[in-house]
């Protein structure tokens, strides 16, 4: 597995994602740990250990609820066909992945990765 295949659609680096390490991993202590920080941090009593299962963005296998279906900038470049924002015509424009290059400084350089 490469490091280019851990980028998910919009830049974010799945390879650090405590998700992606718990369900690698098969630590169920991390799972309810992850589960913990993030029904807090995103005030979702849905997500329980349970759910935190993910193999990454743009790598085959399980996702996280998030990232399967409701993520908006996964479902756009999938829509469009593409493997990643990257390839968009309307990343420097975009309203939808924009937020996370603020949030996120390292997503942009990850993407520009894809291209070499």
Partial sequence: MTMKGLIAC?????GSCEAR???VNNDDAMRMKVAGEWSKMFNSP????????CTGCRMPGVKF?????????R???KSK???SC???????????VGFIFKAVP???ANLQQLLN
Avoid at 46 to 53: D, G, Q, T
């Fill in 10 to 14: 919009c830049g974010i680096n799945c």
């Fill in 21 to 23: 390490i718990a369900t």
């Fill in 46 to 53: 849905e997500i329980v250990p349970e759910s935190i299962n």
């Fill in 65 to 73: 609820a998030h990232c399967e279906n409701t993520c908006e900038i």
């Fill in 75 to 77: 479902k756009c470049a």
């Fill in 81 to 83: 066909n593409l493997d």
């Fill in 86 to 96: 990257i390839q968009c015509q309307e990343i420097d424009n975009c309203g939808i």
């Fill in 106 to 108: 390292d997503a942009r």
